[in-house]
Structures are given as structure tokens and as C-alpha cells.
């Protein structure tokens, strides 16, 4: 089964708007949690990342909130642009593991409508 | 910011033939990666490499898989022989460490098996 769930494939928000993207995970294991961003035939790049020790991370129009008892984080984009338009992915690094071994989710394409 | 190279961006070749994927991972990184996506579903890990050794695989990474990285050069990923199911979307993937650092992607070779 899928380890980390990204249930919405898209979403469409209006320019100014906020975007929220959502992820669920299952492993009890997982201890770093992150979003990517991807657009078309390009490479997926970090966008923020957290730690499980914390629940919420901000980093100006992007913030990171982790709910750990429900499994879930999410990625919320305020004054949300065009520009944001792409795919997210969302990833779930496991503890223990001997090296990088992210997890990802399949992706939800944001498209920001002026 | 760091950039991953993955030459070429499409390789078509033949069932039963050999393939090798090349990388050129950042500069000073130490781990390496590669992520297999089939069109359609999620970004999938394979393998992690660290001073020489394959630290972690998955089951994805069959017995026709090899990865190495001679004299601090190209990580490749080698496929002998390929099968139809081979064909996707490989990532290359670098990092400094090895926990729950920065992933840093390459933006894929897309491997068609004919």
C-alpha cells in the first residue's frame, strides 16, 4: 500500500488566494517530513522541510503543519501567484533508515488562475 | 542553487539490451540516489549508495540493477538486460548526509524499453 497519500491529484486556487495541499501518511517510523516542488520535465526541488519534533514551520508565504496523532501534514502557500503553479509532492523520511530513504507521495498539480 | 545532471533526458532501447543511466551528482555530496516513476504513479525509491556500497535498497531494485560510481565520477545506474516494465522516469537524487537531509534531483532520463 501507498505509505504516504496525496488524495487530491489537483486543486485550483485564484490568484491572492490561499493554497492548501494535504498529505497522509501510515509509518509511525517517519521523523522528517517535506514538500517538492516539480514543474513539467524538470527536477522536483525542496521546497521546506520539518522534523517531527515540531508542528508547524513557517518560511514566508509557505508554512508546514504536521498533526503526528492523525498522520497527517499539510502545506498551506498564502497570496498564493501563478508562478506557484506546478506539481507538490509531499515525502516522509523514515528513522533508522541507513540512508536518504524518502517516501513519496504521487503529487497534486496546484493551478493558481490569475 | 546545486544541480544534478542527467544525460540524456530519453533513451529508447531495445528488450534484452543493456542500459546505463548516468548522473553527475553535486560536487561535495556523499549519497546518492535513484527513483524510479512509472507514468502515472508516484516518484518510487530504489536505492541509496554511500562511500562505494549500496546502504539500502528496495524491492524495485531487481538483480538486474547494478549502481556505482568509479573514481568519484558519473553515478550510473546499469540495466542488463532491460525488460518492458523497466520503462519509466529514473531520478537521480544526491545529498551532503545521509539522514534527513536535502534530497537534490536530477530531472530524470525517461527509459523506454521497446
Known amino acids: 500500500g501507498q505509505q504516504v497519500k496525496q488524495s487530491s491529484p489537483s486543486l485550483t486556487v485564484q490568484e491572492g488566494g490561499i493554497s492548501i495541499l494535504n498529505c497522509d501518511y501510515e509509518?509511525?517510523?517517519?521523523?522528517?517530513f517535506a514538500w517538492y516542488k516539480k514543474y513539467p520535465d524538470n527536477s522536483p526541488t525542496l521546497l521546506i522541510s520539518?522534523?517531527?519534533?515540531?508542528d508547524k514551520r513557517e518560511d514566508g508565504r509557505l508554512t508546514v503543519f504536521l498533526n503526528k496523532s492523525g498522520k497527517h501534514f499539510s502545506l498551506h502557500i498564502t497570496a498564493s501567484q501563478p508562478e506557484d503553479t506546478a506539481v507538490y509532492l509531499c515525502a516522509a523520511g523514515e528513522r533508522g533508515s541507513s540512508g536518504n530513504k524518502l517516501i513519496f507521495g504521487i503529487g497534486t498539480l496546484l493551478s493558481v488562475k490569475p | 542553487g546545486p544541480k544534478v545532471l542527467q544525460i540524456p533526458s530519453h533513451q529508447i532501447i531495445d528488450m534484452g539490451q543493456m542500459v546505463t543511466l548516468n548522473c553527475d551528482p553535486v560536487?561535495?555530496?556523499?549519497?546518492f540516489y535513484w527513483y524510479k516513476q512509472i507514468l502515472g504513479q508516484q516518484m518510487e525509491f530504489l536505492v541509496n549508495f554511500y562511500n562505494g556500497k549500496v546502504m539500502e535498497k528496495s524491492k524495485l531494485f531487481k538483480d538486474q540493477f547494478s549502481v556505482e560510481r568509479p573514481d568519484g565520477s558519473y553515478f550510473t545506474l546499469k540495466i542488463q538486460p532491460t525488460a518492458l516494465e523497466d520503462s519509466a522516469v529514473y531520478f537521480c537524487?544526491?545529498?551532503?548526509?545521509?539522514?534527513?537531509?536535502?534530497?537534490?534531483f536530477g530531472s530524470g532520463t525517461r527509459l523506454t524499453v521497446l
Open positions: 537524487a544526491s545529498s551532503l548526509q545521509g539522514k534527513a537531509e536535502t534530497l537534490y
Open positions: 560536487s561535495n555530496h556523499l549519497y
Open positions: 509509518n509511525d517510523m517517519f521523523d522528517y
Open positions: 520539518v522534523r517531527s519534533n515540531v
